[in-house]
């Protein structure tokens, strides 16, 4: 199970910082990933981690403005989101695929499990 915090209201040019705790003991195997969706547009790859932090993946959109970090001893992800755009607005979900082999994965449809999303609102 995943729970996804952090969501809010900002402006323009402010930092926010997204978390997703992992209920499962075996967190350390799971590739995280997270996604958004902004009203009427598909779901989209936002940014992933592999299972031992050393490779992450990123939208063009969001390269040098968001980070993914990882302590699989605390089974969380934050995700920090800088210079944040009013084009970042969306509802934001964690997920996580529980094969911890391989790269970070970019294909929603690659994930086992789903947080229940966090919404991100930026004002212009």
Not at 47 to 60: L, P, R
């Amino acid at each position: 199970q995943l729970q996804a915090f952090g969501g809010g209201l900002v402006q323009a040019g402010d930092s926010l910082r997204l978390s997703c705790a992992a209920s499962r003991r075996t967190f350390s195997n799971y590739r995280m990933g997270w996604f958004r969706q902004a009203p009427g547009k598909e779901r989209e790859f936002v940014i992933a981690i592999s299972s031992n932090g050393h490779s992450t993946y990123y939208a063009d959109s969001v390269k040098g403005r968001f980070t993914l970090s990882r302590d699989n001893a605390k089974n969380t992800v934050w995700l920090q989101m800088n210079s944040l755009r009013p084009e970042d607005t969306a509802i934001y979900y964690c997920a996580a695929k529980s094969s911890g082999y391989g790269p970070p994965l970019r294909v929603a449809g690659d994930y086992d499990y789903w947080g229940q999303g966090t919404q991100v609102t930026v004002s212009s």
